[in-house]
């Protein structure tokens, strides 16, 4: 290391490169900040596509930048991001190609919230904008499921006591466990690949997962978005039964129920076997109850039916027909007589008045009828000419004439 004292003394120093200068900064600084404790606000956040992050940590007067490498930052259960206060742990450096000196994360802990419980805040933040807690997504359970998947440690007490109310509840009921840790690095991605799983088993209409109860810590993998994110794309209903009755989960929001304990759940999704046999034996009751009812009234409508005039004396009504048609066929009768005789008297009034108009009356009195070869009515000498033919008729025939000459008689 060069002796800095030297600049004390009159005598000029031997130059040394920058790259010297900022090794030798490196090994002070890092030999006496081996293990720091900042806290400050992060600012300039970027991630790189390495998975490495970069941010500025800072307070109202001074700024230090600050790298996370990615196998720390993937370790972290909450999201960096700029404007949050937190306590950096880790050693302080210098970064040669910059000559700039930097801060390395090892460890990164919130300010005023603990790092799960602000995951769980950021996460719940998040899925609420994606609708994963909409009550209008949220499906109804069957009835009676005809085979239940356990998406469970298969060695906790958790899937011991749903077993133990199932069976209780329903002996024949048909249950496949799909096993997965519930606690501990890497616990979300398990269960999630649980849930997907159980959707595919052949049979399956319900899937309960949960755990029982513990800490935060032991309970966080439920918090993860791995799971909320199986739980919502299931194509079939998600029970979440995790912890005791105080303990909510990111999974309980997301699932279609949230049952308040694992043996809640058992008895949710399985109606006790005496009950369902009432229920049975009530239903069989009012069903006969009410086909004796309408039997009943049927009977009522056939006797009523029966009792009727058309049916207790079927020819009556056809003989009061046949007089109804009868009695029209008089009317009818006595109709048409009156009817001829009134057209009869009118032809012969008729008759005589046509009779006395007939142009053959007027030829009976001495009359006669003169008309061209073409039909034309001679009544005056102006109709015709001298030698035309024609035709005169009298009361008893047809006079056929030539006009030899023709004289006025001076009457108009």
């Known amino acids: 290391m060069v002796n800095l004292a030297l600049a004390m003394y009159n005598e000029p120093m031997e130059p040394i490169s920058v790259t010297q200068l900022t090794v030798e900064l490196k090994e002070l600084i890092e030999s006496n900040f081996s293990d720091v404790a900042v806290v400050g606000e992060i600012s300039n956040f970027s991630r790189a596509s390495s998975g490495h992050c970069y941010f500025t940590l800072k307070d109202d007067r001074s700024q230090i930048r600050a790298v996370m490498w990615k196998t720390k930052a993937d370790r972290l259960r909450f999201d960096i991001h700029d404007g949050l206060e937190v306590v950096v742990v880790g050693p302080v450096g210098i970064y040669e190609a910059r000559g700039t000196y930097q801060i ?7 300010q005023g919230l603990g790092p799960l419980e602000l995951a769980f805040r950021q996460l719940h933040e998040k899925l609420s904008r994606l609708g994963y807690f909409d009550t209008e997504r949220k499906r109804p359970l069957p009835f009676l499921p005809r085979r239940i998947a356990l998406v469970t440690s298969p060695t906790g007490a958790a899937v ?38 159980a959707a595919h088993i052949p049979d399956v209409d319900i899937i309960i997962t949960g755990r029982g109860g513990g800490s935060l810590e032991d309970l966080f993998c439920f918090n993860e978005e791995p799971v909320a994110k199986a739980i919502f794309e299931s194509p079939i209903p998600v029970i979440s039964a995790v912890g005791h009755e105080i303990d909510v989960t990111i999974a309980d929001l997301v699932a279609d129920r949230r049952a308040l304990t694992p043996s809640e759940a058992a008895e949710i999704v399985t109606p006790k076997y005496d009950d369902l046999l009432m229920l049975l034996e009530g239903a069989r009751s009012q069903l006969a109850n009410a086909l004796r009812t309408r039997a009943h009234r049927a009977r009522a409508a056939l006797d009523a039916l029966a009792s009727r005039r058309c049916l207790t004396h079927p020819t009556s009504r056809i003989k009061e027909l046949a007089e109804r048609v009868d009695d029209w066929e008089a009317r009818l009768l006595r109709a048409y007589k009156s009817r001829l005789q009134t057209s009869q008297h009118q032809v012969a009034t008729l008759a005589t008045q046509l009779e006395h108009l007939s142009p053959l009356k007027t030829l009976a009195r001495g009359y006669s009828l003169t008309t061209t070869n073409d039909g034309r009515l001679v009544s005056t000498i102006d109709d015709i000419q001298q030698g035309q033919p024609l035709q005169t008729r009298v009361q008893n025939g047809v006079i056929h004439s030539t006009v030899t000459s023709i004289e006025s008689t001076g009457v108009q």
Do not use: F, Y
Not at 104 to 110: D, G, L, S, V, Y
Not at 170 to 196: E, F
């Open 104 to 110: 390395t994360c090892e460890q990164m802990i919130p």
């Open 160 to 197: 011991r006591d749903m077993l133990q109310v199932m069976t209780r509840r329903w002996p024949k009921l048909n249950l496949v466990i799909v096993p997965v840790p519930v606690q501990g690095d890497g616990a979300s991605h398990h269960i999630a690949a649980g849930i997907r799983a």
